[in-house]
């Protein structure tokens, strides 16, 4: 069940005006993932690699990878709920990678980390190994879309990484390769950011309707499948 309505979430997340035509494919979208079931036996990545941080933690060294894994275990804590959500969002995953519009995607929920910290947290995703934990504090907000989204709650589309630097945008780069970026929140039925979703591209102009109206679904059903946080 859809957290909000797809016009309240376009509003919100300022996508309306992109996408202001397309409520019945969204819909549709909505409908087949909410019966997308989840494979029981589905290996669940509890661990993963992760890149070193750069000085201070700024940024990822990216092809450097840190001796020790990130534990999501740790954060979340190990029981049959989360396991369960896990089970979800992986199926939701595996699901969108077919849709062969990203080179790298993620689903990220807003929760204290094991310091206490607000941050958002890697739950699921594809593609090569990325930053676990984004910090939620203005401050990472100026270099960093994920962070940037998660505190705002409205959504960072870049269909042209180069021209955007070039232009002076600030841009947190986990892989050189990215050349398109939509970054999208989950909101909860109060408006409130459930979390974000982070799909990237290795060719320019990736994100555009049809692209863009399978995240805005992925994005209505997601806050219902998040851990407790």
């Known amino acids: 069940m859809a957290e909000l309505s797809i016009e309240l979430y376009l ?9 202001h035509d397309q409520h019945q494919a969204i819909a ?23 890149p070193e941080l750069g000085e201070g933690g700024a940024c990822s060294l990216f ?7 990130y534990d999501l275990a740790a954060t979340l804590g190990k029981n049959e709920h989360n396991t369960f959500c896990l089970q979800r969002l ?7 990678q ?12 807003a929760r204290s980390n094991s310091a206490g910290e607000p941050v958002l947290v890697k739950l699921a995703y594809f593609g ?11 401050e990472f907000a100026q270099i960093s ?17 180069t021209a955007y630097l070039t232009a002076g945008g600030e841009y947190y780069t986990c892989d050189p390769k990215v050349l398109s970026e939509a970054c999208l929140p989950l909101l909860n039925a109060d408006g409130s950011v459930a979390g974000i979703i982070d799909a990237e591209a290795f060719q320019r ?14 994005c209505l059903v997601l806050p219902a499948l998040l851990p407790a946080s």
């Open 98 to 109: 077919t849709s062969g519009h990203s080179d790298w995607f993620g689903i990220y929920q």
């Open 205 to 218: 102009q990736a994100y555009h309707t049809a692209a863009l109206v399978r995240l805005v679904a992925l």
């Open 128 to 138: 090569a190994p990325s930053r676990a934990e984004f910090p939620l504090t203005a």
């Open 90 to 96: 992986t199926a939701l995953v595996r699901d969108y």
């Open 63 to 69: 092809g450097q990878l840190a001796d020790e894994p």
């Open 145 to 161: 879309n994920n962070s940037t989204v998660g505190l705002s709650g409205k959504a960072k589309i870049i269909n042209d990484v």
């Open 11 to 19: 509003q919100q997340s300022g996508l309306a005006g992109l996408l």
């Open 28 to 50: 549709a979208e909505v409908a087949r993932l909410t019966e997308l079931a989840p494979v029981a036996d589905t290996e669940l990545q509890w661990q993963y690699q992760v």
